[in-house]
Protein backbone atom coordinates (compact mmCIF):
# COMPACT_ATOMS: atom_id res chain seq x y z
CA UNK A 1 0.00 0.00 0.00
CA UNK A 2 0.93 3.60 -0.85
CA UNK A 3 1.19 5.74 2.06
CA UNK A 4 -1.98 8.52 2.39
CA UNK A 5 -0.87 11.55 0.82
CA UNK A 6 1.43 13.78 3.39
CA UNK A 7 2.70 10.59 5.32
CA UNK A 8 5.73 10.25 3.15
CA UNK A 9 9.46 11.03 4.33
CA UNK A 10 10.43 14.65 3.49
CA UNK A 11 13.37 15.18 0.41
CA UNK A 12 16.76 15.25 1.38
CA UNK A 13 18.19 18.46 1.60
CA UNK A 14 22.21 18.53 0.82
CA UNK A 15 24.33 19.15 3.84
CA UNK A 16 26.23 22.44 4.12
CA UNK A 17 29.55 21.28 3.23
CA UNK A 18 30.91 25.05 3.03
CA UNK A 19 30.06 25.94 6.63
CA UNK A 20 31.51 22.41 8.28
CA UNK A 21 34.50 23.30 6.57
CA UNK A 22 34.72 27.18 7.63
CA UNK A 23 34.09 25.37 11.30
CA UNK A 24 36.76 22.82 11.27
CA UNK A 25 39.34 25.55 10.13
CA UNK A 26 38.83 27.70 12.78
CA UNK A 27 38.57 24.80 15.25
CA UNK A 28 42.31 23.70 14.13
CA UNK A 29 43.47 27.07 14.07
CA UNK A 30 42.17 27.54 17.70
CA UNK A 31 44.02 24.82 18.56
CA UNK A 32 47.02 25.44 17.37
CA UNK A 33 47.21 28.86 18.79
CA UNK A 34 46.57 27.61 22.32
CA UNK A 35 49.92 25.89 21.63
CA UNK A 36 52.09 28.34 20.01
CA UNK A 37 54.33 30.69 22.45
CA UNK A 38 53.13 34.12 23.16
CA UNK A 39 56.34 36.50 22.07
CA UNK A 40 57.05 38.73 25.12
CA UNK A 41 55.84 42.28 25.11
CA UNK A 42 59.72 44.15 25.27
CA UNK A 43 60.35 47.96 25.68
CA UNK A 44 61.48 49.93 22.75
CA UNK A 45 65.35 49.28 24.28
CA UNK A 46 64.97 45.75 24.41
CA UNK A 47 64.68 42.64 22.45
CA UNK A 48 62.90 39.35 22.89
CA UNK A 49 65.50 36.18 23.32
CA UNK A 50 62.71 33.31 23.67
CA UNK A 51 59.97 34.18 26.30
CA UNK A 52 62.77 36.70 27.99
CA UNK A 53 63.35 40.38 26.74
CA UNK A 54 67.22 41.75 27.21
CA UNK A 55 68.72 45.00 26.82
CA UNK A 56 70.09 46.11 23.46
CA UNK A 57 73.37 46.85 22.12
CA UNK A 58 73.72 50.41 21.30
CA UNK A 59 75.18 51.65 17.44
CA UNK A 60 78.18 50.41 17.01
CA UNK A 61 77.67 47.29 18.92
CA UNK A 62 76.08 43.50 18.12
CA UNK A 63 75.17 41.19 20.59
CA UNK A 64 77.95 38.53 21.91
CA UNK A 65 75.97 36.71 24.09
CA UNK A 66 72.19 37.38 24.82
CA UNK A 67 71.49 38.19 28.92
CA UNK A 68 70.60 35.23 31.31
CA UNK A 69 69.12 35.12 34.86
CA UNK A 70 71.73 36.87 36.13
CA UNK A 71 73.80 38.90 33.57
CA UNK A 72 72.99 41.28 31.04
CA UNK A 73 73.82 41.66 27.44
CA UNK A 74 77.13 41.09 25.76
CA UNK A 75 77.67 43.51 23.33
CA UNK A 76 81.16 43.50 20.93
CA UNK A 77 81.83 47.09 18.23
CA UNK A 78 81.79 46.13 15.23
CA UNK A 79 84.88 45.57 13.19
CA UNK A 80 86.08 47.80 10.59
CA UNK A 81 84.23 47.92 7.13
CA UNK A 82 80.94 47.12 9.44
CA UNK A 83 78.66 49.29 11.17
CA UNK A 84 75.20 49.25 13.25
CA UNK A 85 73.57 52.77 13.27
CA UNK A 86 70.34 51.90 15.72
CA UNK A 87 70.52 50.26 19.03
CA UNK A 88 69.88 46.59 17.95
CA UNK A 89 69.99 43.01 18.96
CA UNK A 90 71.86 41.75 16.12
CA UNK A 91 74.49 38.95 16.70
CA UNK A 92 76.72 40.33 13.45
CA UNK A 93 76.67 43.77 12.27
CA UNK A 94 76.39 45.07 8.63
CA UNK A 95 78.87 45.33 6.06
CA UNK A 96 79.61 48.57 4.65
CA UNK A 97 78.58 49.38 0.92
CA UNK A 98 81.30 50.42 -1.55
CA UNK A 99 81.13 52.98 -3.93
CA UNK A 100 82.16 51.37 -7.62
CA UNK A 101 83.81 54.21 -9.79
CA UNK A 102 83.18 51.65 -12.99
CA UNK A 103 79.58 52.58 -11.88
CA UNK A 104 80.67 56.41 -12.16
CA UNK A 105 80.48 56.24 -7.87
CA UNK A 106 82.61 57.87 -5.43
CA UNK A 107 82.64 58.05 -1.78
CA UNK A 108 80.63 61.08 -0.07
CA UNK A 109 81.02 59.93 2.75
CA UNK A 110 83.35 56.84 4.44
CA UNK A 111 81.60 54.17 6.28
CA UNK A 112 82.21 54.27 10.12
CA UNK A 113 81.05 51.48 13.05
CA UNK A 114 77.72 53.79 13.36
CA UNK A 115 77.27 55.02 10.33
CA UNK A 116 77.06 53.53 6.56
CA UNK A 117 79.22 54.86 3.79
CA UNK A 118 77.22 57.10 1.64
CA UNK A 119 78.04 57.45 -2.25
CA UNK A 120 77.87 60.28 -4.58
CA UNK A 121 78.42 60.85 -8.34
CA UNK A 122 81.94 61.22 -10.04
CA UNK A 123 82.70 64.65 -12.08
CA UNK A 124 80.58 64.52 -14.99
CA UNK A 125 77.87 61.97 -14.10
CA UNK A 126 74.48 62.02 -12.47
CA UNK A 127 72.66 59.97 -10.52
CA UNK A 128 70.29 57.74 -11.66
CA UNK A 129 68.73 55.72 -8.37
CA UNK A 130 68.78 58.17 -6.02
CA UNK A 131 68.18 56.59 -2.22
CA UNK A 132 68.16 59.66 0.95
CA UNK A 133 71.49 61.03 0.49
CA UNK A 134 72.89 57.50 -1.12
CA UNK A 135 73.37 57.10 -4.89
CA UNK A 136 72.89 54.00 -5.97
CA UNK A 137 73.83 54.54 -9.29
CA UNK A 138 75.18 57.18 -12.20
CA UNK A 139 75.32 57.92 -15.63
CA UNK A 140 77.67 59.93 -17.58
CA UNK A 141 76.68 63.65 -19.43
CA UNK A 142 75.13 63.33 -22.49
CA UNK A 143 77.27 64.73 -25.10
CA UNK A 144 76.01 67.58 -27.12
CA UNK A 145 75.91 66.28 -30.96
CA UNK A 146 77.52 68.97 -33.73
CA UNK A 147 74.70 71.47 -34.65
CA UNK A 148 73.96 71.65 -30.79
CA UNK A 149 74.62 73.90 -27.83
CA UNK A 150 74.70 72.91 -24.34
CA UNK A 151 71.51 74.36 -23.18
CA UNK A 152 72.29 73.69 -19.10
CA UNK A 153 75.03 71.74 -17.86
CA UNK A 154 74.58 69.05 -15.82
CA UNK A 155 74.37 68.77 -12.03
CA UNK A 156 74.65 65.62 -9.61
CA UNK A 157 70.71 64.76 -10.34
CA UNK A 158 70.32 65.97 -13.86
CA UNK A 159 71.60 65.36 -17.28
CA UNK A 160 73.04 67.65 -19.87
CA UNK A 161 70.65 69.58 -21.66
CA UNK A 162 70.80 70.34 -25.32
CA UNK A 163 69.44 72.28 -27.76
CA UNK A 164 69.88 72.65 -31.94
CA UNK A 165 71.27 75.74 -32.75
CA UNK A 166 69.01 78.28 -34.53
CA UNK A 167 69.54 78.60 -38.47
CA UNK A 168 72.71 81.09 -39.68
CA UNK A 169 74.63 79.77 -36.43
CA UNK A 170 76.72 76.72 -36.38
CA UNK A 171 78.13 74.41 -33.45
CA UNK A 172 81.22 72.14 -34.66
CA UNK A 173 81.53 70.04 -31.56
CA UNK A 174 78.38 70.46 -29.56
CA UNK A 175 80.55 71.78 -26.53
CA UNK A 176 79.26 75.35 -26.60
CA UNK A 177 77.18 76.84 -24.54
CA UNK A 178 75.62 79.43 -27.39
CA UNK A 179 76.18 78.67 -31.32
CA UNK A 180 78.15 80.74 -33.30
CA UNK A 181 76.81 83.03 -36.42
CA UNK A 182 78.40 81.58 -39.27
CA UNK A 183 80.05 84.44 -41.53
CA UNK A 184 79.63 83.96 -45.02
CA UNK A 185 82.02 85.11 -48.01
CA UNK A 186 83.02 88.17 -48.43
CA UNK A 187 86.50 88.51 -48.64
CA UNK A 188 88.80 89.25 -51.43
CA UNK A 189 89.92 85.85 -52.95
CA UNK A 190 87.40 83.96 -51.52
CA UNK A 191 84.68 81.91 -52.86
CA UNK A 192 81.67 80.35 -51.28
CA UNK A 193 81.88 76.57 -52.12
CA UNK A 194 79.39 75.26 -50.29
CA UNK A 195 76.98 76.93 -47.61
CA UNK A 196 77.26 76.96 -44.09
CA UNK A 197 75.40 74.76 -41.64
CA UNK A 198 74.61 74.42 -38.13
CA UNK A 199 77.38 72.38 -37.57
CA UNK A 200 79.99 73.90 -39.75
CA UNK A 201 81.00 77.41 -40.61
CA UNK A 202 81.01 78.49 -44.95
CA UNK A 203 83.86 76.53 -46.44
CA UNK A 204 85.82 79.91 -47.06
CA UNK A 205 86.77 79.49 -43.21
CA UNK A 206 88.63 76.56 -44.37
CA UNK A 207 90.11 78.22 -47.50
CA UNK A 208 91.64 81.13 -45.25
CA UNK A 209 92.92 78.46 -42.85
CA UNK A 210 95.10 77.04 -45.48
CA UNK A 211 96.46 79.83 -46.95
CA UNK A 212 97.15 81.31 -43.32
CA UNK A 213 99.31 77.76 -43.38
CA UNK A 214 100.91 78.07 -46.91
CA UNK A 215 101.80 82.00 -46.11
CA UNK A 216 103.95 80.82 -43.13
CA UNK A 217 105.75 77.84 -44.66
CA UNK A 218 106.45 80.21 -47.52
CA UNK A 219 107.49 82.26 -45.39
CA UNK A 220 109.83 80.49 -43.14
CA UNK A 221 111.29 79.26 -46.76
CA UNK A 222 112.34 82.58 -47.91
CA UNK A 223 113.93 83.00 -44.20
CA UNK A 224 115.98 79.68 -45.09
CA UNK A 225 117.12 80.93 -48.43
CA UNK A 226 117.69 84.61 -47.28
CA UNK A 227 120.25 82.94 -43.98
CA UNK A 228 121.68 80.72 -47.15
CA UNK A 229 122.39 83.11 -49.39
CA UNK A 230 123.53 85.35 -46.31
CA UNK A 231 125.99 82.65 -44.87
CA UNK A 232 127.55 82.34 -49.13
CA UNK A 233 128.19 85.88 -49.60
CA UNK A 234 129.89 86.13 -46.04
CA UNK A 235 132.40 82.94 -47.61
CA UNK A 236 132.63 85.01 -50.87
CA UNK A 237 134.02 88.20 -48.98
CA UNK A 238 136.14 86.05 -46.93
CA UNK A 239 138.31 84.20 -50.16
CA UNK A 240 137.99 87.70 -51.70
CA UNK A 241 139.84 89.35 -48.44
CA UNK A 242 142.14 86.30 -48.29
CA UNK A 243 142.84 87.03 -51.84
CA UNK A 244 143.72 90.47 -51.85
CA UNK A 245 146.19 89.91 -48.88
CA UNK A 246 147.79 86.78 -50.58
CA UNK A 247 148.93 89.69 -53.43
CA UNK A 248 149.87 92.15 -51.65
CA UNK A 249 152.08 90.07 -49.87
CA UNK A 250 153.26 88.76 -52.72
CA UNK A 251 153.52 91.85 -54.78
CA UNK A 252 155.52 93.45 -51.36
CA UNK A 253 157.81 90.24 -51.47
CA UNK A 254 158.41 90.71 -55.19
CA UNK A 255 159.40 94.67 -55.00
CA UNK A 256 161.86 93.92 -52.05
CA UNK A 257 163.82 91.44 -54.55
CA UNK A 258 163.52 93.97 -57.23
CA UNK A 259 165.16 96.56 -54.89
CA UNK A 260 168.19 94.31 -53.42
CA UNK A 261 169.06 93.24 -57.22
CA UNK A 262 168.83 97.38 -58.55
CA UNK A 263 171.01 98.69 -55.38
CA UNK A 264 175.17 99.53 -57.05
CA UNK A 265 177.42 97.19 -54.53
CA UNK A 266 179.31 98.37 -51.95
CA UNK A 267 183.16 99.07 -53.48
CA UNK A 268 185.60 100.03 -50.86
CA UNK A 269 188.62 102.20 -53.57
CA UNK A 270 192.04 101.51 -51.71
CA UNK A 271 195.01 103.97 -53.26
CA UNK A 272 197.78 101.69 -55.09
CA UNK A 273 200.95 103.41 -55.63
CA UNK A 274 203.52 101.84 -57.89
CA UNK A 275 207.37 102.02 -57.10
CA UNK A 276 210.46 101.22 -59.41
CA UNK A 277 212.17 98.13 -58.54
CA UNK A 278 214.93 98.30 -55.90
CA UNK A 279 217.47 96.37 -57.98
CA UNK A 280 217.38 97.90 -61.50
CA UNK A 281 220.68 98.44 -62.40
CA UNK A 282 222.66 94.91 -61.23
CA UNK A 283 221.67 93.98 -64.66
Known amino acids: MEPPG ?9 APKADILTLVLYLTFLGSSCYAPA ?3 CKEDEYPVGSECCPKCGPGFHV ?4 GEQTGTVCEPCSPGTYIAHFNGLSKCLQCQMC ?3 MGLRTSRNCSTTANALCGCSPGHFCIIQDGDHCAACRAYATSSPGQRVQKGGTESQDTL ?3 CPPGTFSSNGTLEECQHGNKCSKWLVTEAGPGTSSSRWVWWLLSGSLIVIVIVGLIILRLIICVKRRKSRGDVVKVIVSVQRKRQEAEGEAIVTEAVQAPPDITTVAVEETEPAFTGRS
Open 6 to 14: GWGSPPRRP
Open 39 to 41: LPS
Open 162 to 164: CQN
Open 64 to 67: RQAC
Open 100 to 102: DPA
